[in-house]
C-alpha cells in the first residue's frame, strides 16, 4: 500500500505543473554571492523547473552547487616588485632557448614569476544560455551513445556533464566536437566499450596536436579556441582537450595529476578513463592510448580533478585568511595515491616548533631545487599524521609561514618496505667518499674497466648537506677524475650542484660501500 502511495503522490506533484521546492543550501549559497549574475543561474533552474525535467534540474544543481572554485585565471609574469614582464612563449625556437630567454631577463629585473591577476568567476560570469546548452548536449551524449549506458547519475555529473576541465575560459567545446566526431558511432566495433571509443578519439587528436614544453612557461590554461590555432600545449593543455573531446561524446574520462615528481623536476597531469566495469585506466590525452600509457617518474601522491568541492580537501578545511602552497589550496582535488603505488601512513614529532597561527603541516618531496609541498594534515599538539605517502621517497615535514617552505622536523627516507629512515646529520663520525655524478650513477666503464665521471672537465661543483637547509661542504673543480670530499656528516641528505645549473640536479645519500643513492 505504501509503495502505491508513493506513487500516486509523485503522479500528482509531476502532474500539477512547474515544482516550487527549494534549491540545496549550496546552490543558495552561490546565487547569494553571484551578484549581478543571479538572474543568469536562475534562468537555468526555473527553466527545467518549467519544463518539468528533474533530472536536468538536479544536473543544474550539480553544476551551480559546486562553481564556488571554478573560473578562468588571467596570470602575468611578474618581477620581484610586482612590475609586468611581456614574455611570448612562442617567439622562442624551443624550450632551451626560452630558459636561456627567462635567465637573460632575471639577469636584468632579478627573479620573475607568474601572479595571479584576475579570477574570473564563473558565478559571476557565466550565462544561462550557455549551461542550459551544456547541459542539454550532455544529456544527449549519454543517452544516445552506447558506452555510456553504464553511468550512473552521479558519474554522470563527474565525469561528462562539467562544462569545464581546468582554469581555461569557458568555450562552446561540446557542440565543436559533436560535429567534429559524429563519425566516432560508425567508427566503433564494440559499441558498448567506451575505451575503444576513447582510443579512436585519441588518435584523432594525435592527428594534430603535440606536446611542446614552452607551454610549461605558458600563463593560463589554453581553452579551444587557443588549442585550435597553436595545435600544441603542455601536459595540463592535453588532458583538457581529451577532456573536451570525449565528454562531449559521453566518454567518461578525468585528469589525474601530482603536484610534483618524487625524483626529478616539474609535475604532471594525465587522463583517466572509467571503463564499463568501472575500473580506471590511465592515459595521455594527444599521446597515447588506454592501456599503453606509463608514469615514468616516482609518485609520492596523487591527486584527481574533481568538479564538485570535495569536503576532505585542504581547500574546503583551511580558513580564508589562511596561505597555503600551490597546488593543494583547491576544493576540487581528492587524493587517489593508493590507486597508483603502495603508500604508507606516517606519524612524524614536528621538531622545530609550531609558528603562531598555523593549524597545518605539510610533507614536502625534493624537486628542481627545492622542497616543495605535496600534501598536508592537520597539527594536532607537536605530531603530523600522514597519509598515503608514496614509498621509496625522501620527504621533508614542513610549515608554510610566510608564504615560505620551513623545515617542522628532520627529512627522512620513507623505504620501499615503509620503513622511516631518519636523515639527521651525525656531524660526529664523518665520512669520504667520490663522487661520479650530479643526476644518476653512471655505469659505463673505460678499457681498464675504471668507472668514469660524469663532469665537465674545469667547471666547479658543490656539495652541500642537509641540516634544516643546504649547508655547504665544499667547491671542487672537475679535472676529469671522480669528485672526492673528505670529513663529511653522515646520516644525511647530500646534493652536488654544478656551477650555474637550474638547480636539476638530485639529491642522494651515501650507503654503507660509498656510492650514490639518489632520490
Same mark, same amino acid.
Request: aromatic share 14%; proline share 4%.
Given at each position: 500500500?505504501?509503495?502505491?502511495?508513493?506513487?500516486?503522490?509523485?503522479?500528482?506533484?509531476?502532474?500539477?505543473?512547474?515544482?516550487?521546492?527549494?534549491?540545496?543550501?549550496?546552490?543558495?549559497? !552561490?546565487?547569494? #554571492?553571484? *551578484?549581478?549574475?543571479?538572474? +543568469? @543561474?536562475?534562468?537555468? %533552474?526555473?527553466? /527545467?523547473?518549467?519544463?518539468?525535467?528533474?533530472?536536468?534540474?538536479?544536473?543544474?544543481?550539480?553544476?551551480?552547487?559546486?562553481?564556488?572554485?571554478?573560473?578562468?585565471?588571467?596570470?602575468?609574469?611578474?618581477?620581484?616588485?610586482?612590475?609586468?614582464?611581456?614574455?611570448?612563449?612562442?617567439?622562442?625556437?624551443?624550450?632551451?632557448?626560452?630558459?636561456?630567454?627567462?635567465?637573460? !631577463?632575471?639577469? #636584468?629585473? *632579478?627573479?620573475?614569476?607568474? +601572479? @595571479?591577476?584576475?579570477? %574570473?568567476?564563473? /558565478?559571476?560570469?557565466?550565462?544561462?544560455?550557455?549551461?542550459?546548452?551544456?547541459?542539454?548536449?550532455?544529456?544527449?551524449?549519454?543517452?544516445?551513445?552506447?558506452?555510456?549506458?553504464?553511468?550512473?547519475?552521479?558519474?554522470?555529473?563527474?565525469?561528462?556533464?562539467?562544462?569545464?576541465?581546468?582554469?581555461?575560459?569557458?568555450?562552446?567545446?561540446?557542440?565543436?566536437?559533436?560535429?567534429?566526431?559524429?563519425?566516432?558511432?560508425?567508427?566503433?566495433?564494440?559499441?558498448?566499450?567506451?575505451?575503444?571509443?576513447?582510443?579512436?578519439?585519441?588518435?584523432?587528436?594525435?592527428?594534430?596536436?603535440?606536446?611542446?614544453?614552452?607551454?610549461?612557461?605558458?600563463?593560463?590554461?589554453?581553452?579551444?579556441?587557443?588549442?585550435?590555432?597553436?595545435?600544441?600545449?603542455?601536459?595540463?593543455?592535453?588532458?583538457?582537450?581529451?577532456?573536451?573531446?570525449?565528454?562531449?561524446?559521453?566518454?567518461?574520462?578525468?585528469?589525474?595529476?601530482?603536484?610534483?615528481?618524487?625524483?626529478?623536476?616539474?609535475?604532471?597531469?594525465?587522463?583517466?578513463?572509467?571503463?564499463?566495469?568501472?575500473?580506471?585506466?590511465?592515459?595521455?590525452?594527444?599521446?597515447?592510448?588506454?592501456?599503453?600509457?606509463?608514469?615514468?617518474?616516482?609518485?609520492?601522491?596523487?591527486?584527481?580533478?574533481?568538479?564538485?568541492?570535495?569536503?576532505?580537501?585542504?581547500?574546503?578545511?583551511?580558513?580564508?585568511?589562511?596561505?597555503?602552497?600551490?597546488?593543494?589550496?583547491?576544493?576540487?582535488?581528492?587524493?587517489?595515491?593508493?590507486?597508483?603505488?603502495?603508500?604508507?601512513?606516517?606519524?612524524?614529532?614536528?621538531?622545530?616548533?609550531?609558528?603562531?597561527?598555523?593549524?597545518?603541516?605539510?610533507?614536502?618531496?625534493?624537486?628542481?631545487?627545492?622542497?616543495?609541498?605535496?600534501?598536508?594534515?592537520?597539527?594536532?599538539?607537536?605530531?603530523?599524521?600522514?597519509?598515503?605517502?608514496?614509498?621509496?621517497?625522501?620527504?621533508?615535514?614542513?610549515?608554510?609561514?610566510?608564504?615560505?617552505?620551513?623545515?617542522?622536523?628532520?627529512?627522512?627516507?620513507?623505504?620501499?618496505?615503509?620503513?622511516?629512515?631518519?636523515?639527521?646529520?651525525?656531524?660526529?663520525?664523518?665520512?669520504?667518499?667520490?663522487?661520479?655524478?650530479?643526476?644518476?650513477?653512471?655505469?659505463?666503464?673505460?678499457?681498464?674497466?675504471?668507472?668514469?665521471?660524469?663532469?665537465?672537465?674545469?667547471?666547479?661543483?658543490?656539495?652541500?648537506?642537509?641540516?634544516?637547509?643546504?649547508?655547504?661542504?665544499?667547491?671542487?673543480?672537475?679535472?676529469?677524475?671522480?669528485?672526492?670530499?673528505?670529513?663529511?656528516?653522515?646520516?644525511?641528505?647530500?646534493?652536488?650542484?654544478?656551477?650555474?645549473?637550474?638547480?636539476?640536479?638530485?639529491?642522494?645519500?651515501?650507503?654503507?660501500?660509498?656510492?650514490?643513492?639518489?632520490?
Amino acid at each position: 500500500m505504501n509503495k502505491f502511495l508513493i506513487f500516486f503522490v509523485l503522479i500528482a506533484l509531476i502532474s500539477c505543473g512547474p515544482r516550487d521546492f527549494e534549491p540545496p543550501e549550496n546552490v543558495i549559497s !552561490i546565487l547569494d #554571492k553571484s *551578484g549581478n549574475n543571479r538572474s +543568469e @543561474l536562475e534562468k537555468v %533552474i526555473q527553466h /527545467y523547473k518549467n519544463s518539468g525535467e528533474v533530472i536536468k534540474e538536479e544536473a543544474a544543481y550539480f553544476l551551480i552547487g559546486n562553481m564556488e572554485d571554478h573560473g578562468y585565471a588571467v596570470f602575468d609574469l611578474v618581477d620581484s616588485t610586482g612590475q609586468k614582464i611581456d614574455f611570448d612563449v612562442l617567439s622562442y625556437a624551443d624550450y632551451e632557448a626560452l630558459l636561456d630567454g627567462w635567465d637573460d !631577463i632575471e639577469e #636584468k629585473t *632579478g627573479k620573475i614569476h607568474f +601572479e @595571479l591577476d584576475t579570477m %574570473i568567476k564563473d /558565478y559571476e560570469s557565466i550565462s544561462g544560455d550557455y549551461l542550459i546548452q551544456n547541459i542539454d548536449l550532455a544529456f544527449e551524449a549519454w543517452e544516445n551513445n552506447p558506452w555510456a549506458k553504464h553511468l550512473s547519475f552521479d558519474q554522470f555529473c563527474e565525469y561528462v556533464l562539467p562544462y569545464r576541465s581546468s582554469n581555461e575560459p569557458v568555450e562552446d567545446w561540446r557542440s565543436y566536437f559533436i560535429k567534429e566526431l559524429s563519425w566516432l558511432k560508425d567508427s566503433i566495433k564494440d559499441p558498448a566499450d567506451p575505451v575503444e571509443a576513447a582510443c579512436w578519439v585519441n588518435d584523432y587528436i594525435k592527428s594534430w596536436f603535440r606536446f611542446d614544453p614552452r607551454y610549461y612557461e605558458h600563463p593560463t590554461d589554453q581553452g579551444l579556441q587557443e588549442i585550435l590555432t597553436n595545435k600544441m600545449g603542455r601536459c595540463e593543455d592535453m588532458t583538457n582537450l581529451a577532456i573536451f573531446a570525449m565528454r562531449a561524446m559521453a566518454i567518461p574520462v578525468m585528469s589525474d595529476f601530482t603536484p610534483y615528481w618524487a625524483n626529478t623536476g616539474n609535475n604532471h597531469a594525465w587522463n583517466a578513463i572509467l571503463d564499463k566495469n568501472d575500473s580506471v585506466i590511465i592515459f595521455m590525452g594527444g599521446e597515447s592510448n588506454p592501456g599503453e600509457y606509463k608514469l615514468n617518474h616516482k609518485l609520492a601522491k596523487v591527486y584527481r580533478k574533481t568538479f564538485s568541492t570535495v569536503d576532505y580537501s585542504l581547500g574546503a578545511k583551511k580558513q580564508d585568511w589562511e596561505k597555503v602552497p600551490k597546488y593543494l589550496g583547491k576544493k576540487n582535488i581528492k587524493d587517489r595515491t593508493f590507486d597508483y603505488v603502495p603508500v604508507k601512513k606516517i606519524k612524524v614529532d614536528l621538531t622545530q616548533g609550531i609558528p603562531d597561527s598555523t593549524n597545518f603541516s605539510y610533507i614536502c618531496v625534493f624537486n628542481s631545487g627545492e622542497w616543495k609541498a605535496c600534501d598536508y594534515t592537520r597539527v594536532y599538539g607537536e605530531k603530523a599524521s600522514y597519509t598515503n605517502l608514496g614509498l621509496g621517497v625522501a620527504y621533508l615535514p614542513a610549515f608554510y609561514y610566510d608564504e615560505e617552505i620551513i623545515p617542522a622536523a628532520n627529512a627522512f627516507i620513507l623505504s620501499d618496505s615503509g620503513n622511516i629512515i631518519s636523515q639527521k646529520p651525525d656531524v660526529e663520525n664523518k665520512i669520504s667518499f667520490k663522487l661520479y655524478s650530479t643526476t644518476k650513477r653512471i655505469t659505463k666503464e673505460t678499457t681498464d674497466f675504471i668507472e668514469e665521471a660524469d663532469f665537465i672537465i674545469g667547471k666547479s661543483y658543490s656539495l652541500f648537506y642537509w641540516d634544516d637547509k643546504w649547508r655547504l661542504i665544499d667547491t671542487k673543480k672537475a679535472i676529469g677524475s671522480p669528485l672526492e670530499f673528505n670529513n663529511v656528516p653522515s646520516n644525511t641528505l647530500y646534493w652536488l650542484v654544478a656551477d650555474g645549473s637550474r638547480k636539476e640536479e638530485r639529491i642522494f645519500t651515501i650507503d654503507e660501500d660509498g656510492n650514490q643513492v639518489w632520490w
